[in-house]
């Protein structure tokens, strides 16, 4: 739907009529004069004047302006203005105008017959002070004020009467709001009166000594003040008084507040007030907001809703936007407000509706997004019954949309720029063969056509005209997702300089009155120059000029000014360093790292404006000392310079830099790796129990009655992947390993006990568990060998099988085992001397429960793990090792077989152990969650929304195989199950003797690698060809050796 700019009904000057209707901000009526008033070419001032217009509202209106002729009067600190009044009156009567930018100061001072009589500024209002009439030797006082932010440069009037008990001060006319007072008063005139200043001797001296700003139109009892007799020396007295001027400065004219800061200023200067803008610095110039998601990430932000403002101080506001930072790439959300399934009706071709698309910011903000991203994308969707989409006879569609540029669109989601398709189209998948988009079936029963729009240059959606919809039973609903972008790609726009001369140019900078720089460097140069800009006298430019020290110096008429910030630690340490310049008509600022700051004044006088010519120099120009490293992310008052593309066309310079991971590998916690990439960095979780772009996330599992998870230290997998996670204090091949020490994490919660948590066996009669007991509380169990028993450790006597999320760390070197639990301090135990120190060929990880072939602790199996942990475990490690974690993510690791099959499995077995592809496995439901992650960090949830919750009163788990059911309970069930179970049993065997005898030839395979295949892996490491190489040299690949056949069952 269309919404056209409609006319007001009614257009004011001057002021608002008295209609209900509220004013403008509350603002009084204007008083003085117009002309020449135009709107929309019509003279407003001469179609009043001839009654061309209806003048039925005009008020105390007249078209002829006579100007009153003012006699300003000037002061400065110094001044003073003496005129005569009435002497010996009974009666005070004084009005004037005054202007002024400071909030205090004495306007008017006379010495009574019998007291003082003060008129002043206090804190931006008016005071008046009387002291008058001694009654038997008692003064009497009387103290008025009025008004508020009377220091405002504007003209404001003063009246005040005093005389018999009474006194009146009146500000701006306003009768209203007039002060009075009914002290106990006696005036009398003096006869003299002082303005703008008094510097004489008395015994009661003003609270204030001088004005600094403006008067006029000044009245003293009753009498106008004559101030060309004053100039002429005929009357009165003044001292470096201005007459018949007002050379006062309106400093906030123009105002070089930005960003719609408020202007305030004093006698001397003006400050900026940027509360609510967004923006900072002198002139609230500088946005307090990063430029996108992806710089967010860099502080070590999680995912959220931020305010983001893509050109800095340029004229873009911010705007809120989602950054969600769950994968490696961010992904930047700009949110749109029309529903989802918006139904559309009583379209046609003739008159189509138009939907509106307005998104939470301005078309310009959400283009910066668009241009800046590496990718975007927007989904889009129509659901139709007998409403057609795109195909018409005449090939113009009867729906589309309109993107960036108001430009219209005739191809929908899943297709691309000028093919006018949906997403089955180019699949070739629709409902109708004959259309390329299944509503064009134009079909009665409901279809769909979506799919994601990615030309990020035509994004985002603004406007969906549709135009099907008028026909009996036909009906639309459209859908259009928000705008998602990925990447930044001026946050890693860089270049790098590698040769002292090298340098970009560019466009001179344009920065008379406000400038801002920023970019970040990597070196290991001891100096260099970042970039300067040269004019006739004029100059700016940015250097590092020592190990330790970044220099900011420009000149802009008045000389040269430099300022240096000094780091604590040397720059030129090869790794990122940001850097943040400004310079405005207020002062100049230099910030490095966020840490150290420089800032200098501007001179209250002289130039202020940045004159430059020559072009904008990146690196070294004019023989000046030559930058090598890299620069990156080079923003110039709100607007990114282009380094790649520069760099691509000039010698000695190259696009990107290299080594992000030396600034931001600190972000990569709890043992991820950093990962170096062409436009950042990413974190390789692989190794770690935890996940997320910073390795943050712990990864854990929800196991139910039964759940185990396997990893077997002896499958080729196994062996190779922790090859490089182990030191060599690890000693590890495929055939075993030996421990001689071990490092344990992780983190459990449960209601359930007795049951294990950790089981590590091996094919000796060594292990390693970590179980909880009967009454919950955690115990340690090593059995090394030397000892008949094991060595038993109990860790904590609490029942920790609360519910709670629990902590468990544990290290052992040698015979000192060392175990922290929660956030207790860590306890140190030592192994008997009697005991052996290495845990020999370790064969197998468990979690949950125990299902070996091999040697297992009877008691352990008889005692605790039936039916096996109920709970959560997560971020479980052992020595560099994520066991949980392999399972959860490789794929069909659930489909492994049960240890005891594969244990029976003739095929692939040697030596007695089973050689897997997949060295982590898991029996029954293993669900992915948090639900054990960080100890006290998850509130607890009721029964009714907790998907993992286990109540202790219905679900019951006795400690041996087979459910304990009462006498006399679901026995006919039990019966049945039984009979059943008996009837499986024999056909399973019946199967596997059948199988048996048809494929009687043992051990082959059929494969369909090609012969040379095997061989050529062999030489892989040699040669450097592999299988594939083998696979296409093979003349005849189908050819299929009769000795290698393999039979799937």
Not at 226 to 236: I, Q, R, S, T, Y
Not at 415 to 438: E, F, V, W
Request: hydrophobic share 35%.
């Amino acid at each position: 739907m269309y919404s056209e700019f409609c006319r007001p009904d009614t257009l004011s000057f001057g002021g608002m009529p008295y209609s209900g209707k509220p004013s403008g901000g509350g603002r009084k009526n204007f008083k003085g004069c117009m002309e020449s008033i135009n709107y929309n070419g019509d003279n407003i001032t001469d179609l009043a004047r001839r009654k061309k217009i209806d003048t039925s509202s005009f008020r105390n209106l007249t078209f002829s302006c006579t100007e009153a002729h003012s006699f300003p009067v000037f002061f400065n600190a110094t001044s003073f203005l003496q005129l005569p009044g009435r002497a010996n009156h009974n009666a005070a009567s004084v009005g004037f105008q005054f202007r002024t930018w400071n909030p205090d100061g004495l306007l008017l001072f006379s010495n009574l017959g019998d007291g003082t009589l003060e008129v002043s500024l206090e804190g931006g209002q008016l005071a008046v002070h009387i002291n008058a009439s001694r009654s038997g030797g008692r003064s009497h006082y009387a103290d008025m004020s009025s008004g508020s932010d009377l220091s405002d440069g504007q003209w404001h009037a003063v009246r005040l009467v005093a005389k018999e008990n009474f006194a009146m001060l009146t500000i701006d006319g306003d009768e209203a709001s007039a002060v009075r007072t009914s002290s106990p008063l006696s005036i009398t005139t003096g006869g003299t009166y002082h303005l703008g200043g008094y510097f004489q001797q008395t015994p009661f001296p003003p609270l204030q000594r001088s004005f600094q700003g403006c008067m006029q139109a000044i009245l003293l009892d009753d009498q106008p003040a004559d101030l060309h007799a004053v100039e002429k020396g005929v009357a009165g007295a003044f001292e470096n008084v201005s007459l018949d001027m007002c050379a006062i400065i309106d400093r906030c004219m123009p105002n070089h507040c930005e960003h719609g800061g408020r202007c305030k200023q004093t006698w001397d200067g003006f400050s900026c007030t940027c509360d609510g803008t967004g923006y900072t610095g002198a002139t609230c110039h500088t946005s307090i907001y990063e430029p996108s998601c992806e710089a967010y990430k860099h502080l070590g932000r999680s995912s959220d809703t931020y305010w983001v403002d893509p050109d800095g101080s340029g004229p873009l506001g911010p705007f809120k936007v989602n950054c969600n930072m769950t994968e490696d790439k961010v992904w930047t959300t700009v949110m749109n407000n029309l529903p989802a399934q918006t139904t559309v009706m009583g379209s046609s071709r003739d008159r189509r509706t138009v939907l509106q698309v307005n998104y939470s910011a301005s078309m310009d903000q959400v283009t910066a997004i668009t241009t800046s991203a590496e990718h975007c994308e927007q989904h889009i969707s129509y659901s139709c019954r007998t409403s057609r989409l795109l195909n018409t006879p005449e090939g113009t569609p009867y729906t589309w949309w309109v993107g960036r540029g108001s430009e219209k669109h005739f191809y929908w989601g899943g297709s691309g720029p000028g093919i006018q398709k949906c997403a089955c189209g180019i699949d070739r998948n629709c409902t109708d063969p004959k259309y390329d988009c299944n509503c064009d079936a134009d079909q009665k029963q409901w279809r769909e056509d979506s799919g994601l729009l990615v030309y990020k240059d035509h994004l985002p959606v603004s406007q969906v005209a549709v135009g099907d919809t008028n026909r009996p039973g036909s009906e639309a609903k459209l859908t259009v997702g928000p705008l998602r972008c990925q990447g930044d790609g001026n946050y890693w726009n860089a270049a790098s300089f590698t040769t002292p001369s090298s340098y970009l140019h560019f466009s001179t900078f344009q920065g008379e009155t406000s400038a801002d720089i920023s970019f970040y460097f990597k070196t290991s140069a001891p100096y260099g120059v970042f970039l300067e800009n040269l004019g006739n006298t004029d100059f700016i430019r940015l250097e590092l000029k020592s190990p330790t020290v970044v220099s900011f110096s420009f000149d802009v008429g008045n000389g040269p000014v430099e300022l240096q910030v000094h780091s604590a630690t040397p720059l030129n340490d090869d790794q990122w360093h940001r850097v943040m310049a400004e310079r405005n008509v207020k002062e100049a600022v230099l910030q490095l790292d966020l840490t150290y700051r420089a800032s200098r004044p501007a001179p209250p006088q002289g130039h202020t404006r940045l004159e430059l010519f020559s072009q904008l120099y990146v690196g070294a120009a004019g023989g000046q000392r030559g930058f090598l490293g890299c620069i990156r992310a080079l923003r110039m008052n709100g607007v990114t310079l282009d380094l790649e593309e520069r760099a691509k066309v000039t010698p000695g310079v190259k696009s990107g830099c290299q080594g992000h991971c030396t600034s931001y590998g600190v972000y990569c916690r709890n043992g991820g790796q950093c990962v170096e990439r062409y436009n950042g960095y990413a974190c390789d979780c692989t190794a770690t129990a935890y996940d997320g772009p910073f390795c943050t996330r712990e990864v854990g599992g929800f196991f139910e009655a039964g759940t185990l998870v396997r990893y077997n230290f002896l499958s080729e997998a196994a062996a190779a992947a922790n090859r490089d996670a182990w030191s060599m204090a690890h000693p590890l091949s495929s055939q075993e390993v030996t421990l001689e020490q071990e490092e344990v994490a992780f983190s459990f919660s449960t209601s359930n006990a007795p049951a294990i948590l950790m089981y590590v066996s091996s094919k000796t009669q060594d292990y390693l568990a970590v179980l909880l007991r009967q009454n919950g509380s955690l115990q340690v169990r090593y059995h090394l060998g030397g000892l008949r028993e094991p060595f038993s450790i109990d860790v904590d006597q609490r029942n920790l099988a609360n519910g709670q999320p629990h902590t468990f760390n544990m290290s052992r070197i040698d015979r000192s085992v060392t175990i922290q639990l929660d956030h207790y301090p860590p306890v140190t135990y030592t192994l008997p001397d009697a005991s052996d120190t290495q845990l020999n060929q370790v064969k197998t990880l468990f979690l949950g429960k125990v299902y070996e072939t091999g040697h297992v602790d009877p008691e352990l199996i008889d005692r605790y793990n039936s039916p096996g942990f109920v709970g959560c475990l997560s971020r479980v490690q052992f020595n560099g090792v994520a066991p949980l974690k392999y399972a959860l993510r490789t794929p069909a690791s659930s489909l492994a077989p049960p240890p005891g099959a594969a244990a029976a499995t003739a095929v692939g077995q040697s030596e007695g152990r089973t050689v897997s592809r997949q060295p982590a496995s898991y029996q029954g439901k293993l669900v992915e969650s948090n639900c054990g992650a960080s100890p006290l960090s998850i509130p607890p949830m009721s029964a009714a929304t907790d998907p993992w919750h286990l109540d202790n009163t219905d679900a019951e788990f006795p400690f041996n195989e087979e459910r304990v059911v009462p006498d006399g309970v679901n026995r006919n069930s039990a019966i049945i199950g039984g009979i059943i179970a008996v009837v499986i049993f024999t056909i399973l065997c019946t199967l596997v003797f059948l199988i048996r005898y048809m494929f009687r030839h043992k051990g082959t395979y059929h494969t369909h690698e090609a012969k040379g295949a095997g061989a050529a892996g062999a030489e892989a490491g040699v040669g450097g060809e592999s299988a594939d190489t083998a696979i296409i040299g093979t003349d005849n690949p189908e050819t299929i050796d009769e000795s290698k056949k393999e039979w799937f069952i």
